[in-house]
């Protein structure tokens, strides 16, 4: 059947050849046909108002009494029940819910550069996981939550580091919960990370990327020592000062040593050197009482 599915295919369009593209077209089909038979459950199956036999009688048009009996059994089998009680767990857990349709991250970028400009990953988020007055859903992660992650990271982050940076660090954590992804996320069918080279270098220069926290980090530190280096150069510029006073105390006593020693000492320089080395202890108390 598989092989009659590609035939059909192969027919219609012109398609390279090779198990590459066997295997998407598999896929594509499959994914086409999971959908179609969603549709089919939820418009002829009822297992709670409808006995096996009435199911069985609601066939519907284009497929055959056969193929129709062989879904009605699976979809009351107790596989087919666990994994629908599964199904619905899984929704009902689900904290974002998108409501940007079936178009790609990179297409709603493309639309939200040209409608806006620039933009913060904040924003869009907003595009992606908002209704279409720019609410959300009751129970999913809001706007408004997302707000506050932003200014409790404004709070505790240098002033230094851009807004805009710390907005994308909260999608990155809204979006990845922290992490980096395995695989580039919403990229096309069947796209993996060793399908597109440097792709995490190419999405950055294109403005479509994850935020890596390891950046944030790096911008961090650099903040920490860019700070660290003007105390540095502050403290050198008081060492400097301090040199220079102390430069002069030992030059006067120097002079008065000299003078005691020749005996021609006069009043007037043992009372400047004295208010010299009262002026230092005047400040040396006062720097002290500064710290």
């Given at each position: 059947?598989?092989?009659n599915i590609?035939?059909?295919?192969?027919?219609?369009?012109l398609?390279?050849?090779?198990k590459?593209m066997?295997?998407?077209?598999?896929?594509?089909?499959?994914?086409?046909?999971?959908?179609?038979?969603?549709?089919?459950?939820?418009?002829?199956?009822?297992?709670?108002?409808?006995?096996?036999?009435?199911?069985?009688?609601?066939?519907p048009?284009?497929?055959?009494?056969?193929?129709?009996?062989?879904?009605?059994?699976?979809?009351?089998?107790?596989?087919?029940?666990?994994?629908?009680?599964?199904?619905?767990?899984?929704?009902?857990?689900?904290?974002?819910?998108?409501?940007?349709?079936?178009?790609?991250?990179?297409?709603?970028?493309?639309?939200?550069?040209?409608?806006?400009?620039?933009?913060?990953?904040?924003e869009?988020?907003?595009?992606?996981?908002?209704?279409?007055?720019?609410?959300?859903?009751?129970?999913?992660?809001?706007?408004?939550?997302?707000?506050?992650?932003?200014?409790?990271?404004?709070?505790?982050?240098?002033?230094?580091?851009?807004?805009?940076?710390?907005?994308?660090?909260?999608?990155?954590?809204?979006m990845?919960?922290?992490?980096?992804?395995?695989?580039?996320?919403?990229?096309g069918?069947g796209?993996?990370q060793s399908?597109?080279f440097?792709?995490?270098?190419?999405l950055?220069?294109?403005?479509s990327?994850?935020?890596?926290?390891?950046?944030?980090?790096?911008?961090?530190?650099?903040v920490?020592?860019?700070?660290?280096?003007k105390?540095?150069?502050?403290?050198?510029?008081?060492?400097?000062i301090?040199?220079?006073?102390?430069?002069?105390?030992?030059?006067?006593?120097?002079?008065?040593?000299?003078?005691?020693r020749?005996g021609?000492?006069?009043?007037e320089?043992?009372?400047?050197a004295?208010?010299?080395?009262?002026?230092?202890?005047?400040?040396?108390?006062g720097?002290?009482?500064?710290?």
């Amino acid at each position: 059947m598989r092989g009659n599915i590609v035939n059909l295919v192969r027919a219609h369009f012109l398609l390279p050849e090779g198990k590459e593209m066997r295997n998407a077209i598999l896929k594509r089909i499959g994914k086409t046909w999971k959908n179609h038979r969603y549709a089919l459950k939820k418009d002829y199956f009822d297992p709670v108002e409808k006995t096996r036999e009435q199911n069985y009688a609601s066939i519907p048009d284009g497929i055959t009494t056969q193929n129709w009996s062989f879904l009605v059994d699976y979809w009351l089998s107790s596989d087919a029940k666990k994994m629908s009680e599964l199904g619905k767990a899984a929704r009902a857990s689900q904290v974002l819910v998108r409501k940007s349709g079936a178009k790609s991250f990179a297409n709603r970028r493309a639309i939200l550069k040209k409608q806006k400009g620039d933009f913060s990953e904040l924003e869009f988020f907003k595009s992606v996981y908002s209704e279409g007055d720019g609410s959300f859903k009751e129970g999913t992660t809001s706007r408004q939550g997302a707000i506050k992650k932003v200014q409790e990271s404004l709070d505790n982050s240098s002033s230094s580091i851009p807004k805009v940076d710390i907005e994308n660090e909260v999608f990155n954590q809204l979006m990845y919960q922290g992490e980096i992804p395995k695989r580039p996320l919403n990229y096309g069918f069947g796209v993996k990370q060793s399908h597109i080279f440097g792709v995490e270098g190419h999405l950055r220069k294109e403005g479509s990327y994850y935020v890596n926290n390891s950046d944030m980090e790096v911008e961090k530190l650099k903040v920490a020592l860019l700070d660290m280096k003007k105390q540095n150069e502050d403290l050198a510029e008081q060492n400097q000062i301090l040199k220079t006073e102390f430069d002069a105390v030992g030059s006067m006593m120097a002079q008065v040593l000299k003078a005691t020693r020749s005996g021609n000492v006069s009043s007037e320089v043992i009372d400047y050197a004295i208010q010299l080395l009262d002026s230092q202890v005047v400040d040396d108390v006062g720097s002290n009482g500064k710290k």
